[in-house]
């Protein structure tokens, strides 16, 4: 799977912006998705995840309520809907793809370490 995350930007606090990240090659409907955000001096952190049907979501405590993520099976795309943006959500955003077997919960999703697949990121700045 070949992943091209663009929507990043500048945008103040209490603003919104979307991400998209396209894939292409294998079957983009058997994968679940992720999308993972790096501050300057940081970690990679989870932030959200969607598992193969777009049913079943998880959120870090940080977003949850903020973000939306979603996804297009008919598209191969996969969003990151940010609203209510805070200066804290500045970072490169990432999005990453692995096969999705049914076996796991989506509590293993949140886990970078999981993912094979990576986009090569977009940055968000929230300006306060």
């Known amino acids: 799977v070949q992943l091209q995350a663009s929507g990043g930007g500048l945008v103040q606090a209490g603003g919104s912006l979307r991400l998209s990240c396209a894939a292409s090659g294998r079957t983009f409907s058997n994968h679940a998705m992720g999308w993972f955000r790096q501050a300057p001096g940081k970690e990679r952190e989870f932030v959200a995840a969607?598992?193969?049907?777009?049913?079943?979501?998880s959120y870090a405590d940080s977003v949850k309520g903020r973000f939306t993520i979603s996804r297009d099976n008919a598209e191969n795309t996969v969003y990151l809907q940010m609203n209510s943006m805070k200066p804290e959500d500045t970072a490169v955003y990432y999005c990453a793809a692995t096969p999705e077997t049914g076996s796991y919960t989506m509590s293993y999703y949140r886990r970078s370490g999981v993912y094979g697949y990576w986009g090569q990121g977009t940055l968000v700045t929230v300006s306060s």
């Open positions: 969607i598992n193969w049907s777009g049913r079943i979501t």
